[in-house]
């Protein structure tokens, strides 16, 4: 069942009046800028590509200097499009593409490699070692992470072994560390010449070094890995003033947020109150728990990690499940077998058929992310007869996006102990109405999409207009918060089960195909 309003969320009538807050979204492919209204709408969009670089397989980077070129443009171009000038804006907000990771020069400004980016997998072996006698697990009661080439602590280590003469600059004092919003925000307050070298507590809470109980950087951790101290920006919460932008169209603006893109987004979609959930679905889906003041430890494939912190206030914490394969899944249909000529057909096929004729998608393309984290997993299709068609394998192709879903909510719901009240979703596939109703079905809530897509920039500038009083409290943002579309769950309870129960069946025939030796 579906309410939808159909009204353009995306941009606002020509006599939205000022003022506005600015938020900057610098994600894995691109860097955009999007200026806001107090109704939390869309008044001028500006976005750029940046390249992505393969130096070897598993090995991705980007240019983090293109990467601030590009920045730069963008905050420009939204203000030009706007009409508006550096007065009209109170303040600027960062997001970010989180882990990735980058080394500079402070007095030049000038990276010392290209970033290594979240993606990239180099620290695989290092990881390893670390975790020797202990294994994944080694900093995750300090942390709230398994040992993985996924976060950041790893790459500053890679580059501090692998870039000439680095370690010794590093140790010396004269090199910085940050991931993309601490990058941004150094070089948007004036880089060399005054920059302010901060991150926030979600950020630094990626990086396999800050303790989730201090919010501090960890100094057992940093011996173990042997990284210096000084490299280290300063900690600080989610929404304050920073300091002041330097440059571009917003020169003299406060620069008064930063979030990583995740939590943005659980921000964005307003999830205050524990329990609240938002799931991302795009390339891969990402699912936030908020879990309140308390740190919850995962014993169920999950991550701990901070939602966010406004100003003084206490921390607020929670849970991540991240699933690898879900939009590319439909890509994979349309690019690699040709059985679509567009994403947006996958919906018409799967509804040509009433259910999935028995069959199963498992997409462990690159293993299974959570709630198993298992490298050794591909991909399977299981339960095929005769009697199944390509529409059968659309719609098996759609419920493997909401039964991934629906174990990692139940993963949540085990850790946490507190039952999901409804999830809230974004991102590109959330325009496919049959898989939000399978969704809903699946995990037995209601699934509500929000009138505003852009949830990660949205949060970003949330953050920064509290920080500047532009907002007076987190209740005027859920006054913002405008449903588009809601579906609640119409599905036989005993169909659920015996359908969960097949698919989970079909999850364990991934296992094991790959041996240690491949």
């Known amino acids: 069942m579906t309410d939808v309003n159909t009204t353009d969320a995306n941009t606002t009538d020509a006599h939205s009046s000022g003022p506005f807050i600015a938020a900057i979204d610098q994600g894995t492919t691109s860097s955009r800028c999007i200026v806001f209204d107090r109704d939390g709408r869309i008044v001028s969009v500006d976005q750029q590509e940046h390249a992505q670089i393969f130096p070897k397989p ?55 490699h290209n970033a290594i ?18 294994g994944q697990d080694r900093f995750r009661r300090e942390t709230g992470l398994p040992l993985a080439s996924y976060f950041a602590g790893p790459k500053i280590r890679w580059l501090l072994d692998n870039v000439e003469g680095l370690r010794e600059r590093a140790e ?24 302010v070298h901060v991150t926030d507590v979600t950020n630094a809470s990626r990086t396999l070094l800050m303790n989730l109980h201090t919010l501090d950087w960890d100094d057992k951790i940093l011996a173990s890995l042997d990284i210096p101290k000084q490299l280290l920006p300063q900690i600080r919460s989610s929404a304050e003033v920073y300091g002041t932008a330097a440059c ?51 014993y169920s494939g999950l991550i701990t990690t901070v939602g966010y912190r406004i100003g003084d206030q206490a921390p607020v914490y929670a849970l991540e499940g991240s699933i690898a394969v879900t939009g590319s899944l439909v890509q994979w249909m349309r690019d690699q077998m040709g059985l679509i000529k567009s994403a947006a057909e996958i919906e018409t096929l799967a509804s040509s058929v009433e259910d999935n004729g028995g069959a ?106 509290l920080a500047v009083g532009f907002w007076p409290d987190t209740e005027a943002l859920r006054a913002n918060w405008r449903r588009a579309a809601e579906w609640t769950p119409d599905m036989d309870a005993a169909a659920r089960d015996r359908e969960y129960k097949n698919w989970l069946k079909a999850v364990e025939r991934t296992m094991g195909w790959l041996d240690e030796e491949n």
């Not at 970010?96 to 980058?102: I, P």
């Not at 980016?117 to 202990?134: I, K, M, S, Y």
């Not at 964005?268 to 609240?276: A, D, L, V």
Request: contains cysteine; glycine residues 12%; negative net charge.
């Open 58 to 112: 598993g090995w991705v980077e980007h240019d983090a200097s293109e990467i601030w070129t590009r920045v730069q443009s963008v905050v420009d171009g939204a203000i030009s499009k706007a009409n508006i000038t550096a007065d009209d804006i109170k303040a600027i907000g960062i997001t970010n593409q989180r882990e990735t990771t980058v080394l500079w020069d402070k007095a030049t400004g000038e990276p010392v």
């Open 248 to 298: 571009t169209l917003a020169a003299g603006v406060p620069v008064a947020s930063a979030l990583g893109d995740q939590q943005a987004a659980l921000f964005g979609q307003t999830c205050f109150s524990e329990g609240e959930a938002k799931s991302t679905y795009g390339t891969g889906t990402f699912i936030l728990l908020n879990t309140g003041g308390q740190i919850v430890n995962s």
């Open 360 to 465: 199963y998608f498992v997409p462990a393309f690159s293993g299974l992310f959570a709630p198993y984290w298992r490298s050794d997993a591909r991909g399977v299709i299981a339960g095929l007869t005769r009697y199944v068609t390509k529409g059968h394998l659309a719609r098996a192709v759609l419920e493997a996006t909401a039964w991934q879903t629906r174990e990692v909510v139940d993963a949540m719901q085990k850790d946490s102990g507190v039952e999901l009240a409804a999830v809230k979703v974004d991102g590109g596939m959330t325009s496919n109405n049959l898989l939000m109703q399978t969704v809903a079905d699946f995990v037995d809530a209601p699934v509500v999409r929000p009138m505003v897509a852009e949830t990660t920039c949205l949060g970003a500038a949330y953050a920064a207009g």
């Open 117 to 134: 980016v979240w993606q990239d997998t180099r620290t695989d072996a290092l990881c390893r070692e670390f975790g020797r006698n202990v």
């Open 172 to 195: 010396r004092g004269e090199i910085l560390f940050g991931t993309m919003d601490s990058w941004v925000i150094w070089n948007l307050t004036g880089g060399p010449d005054g920059g």
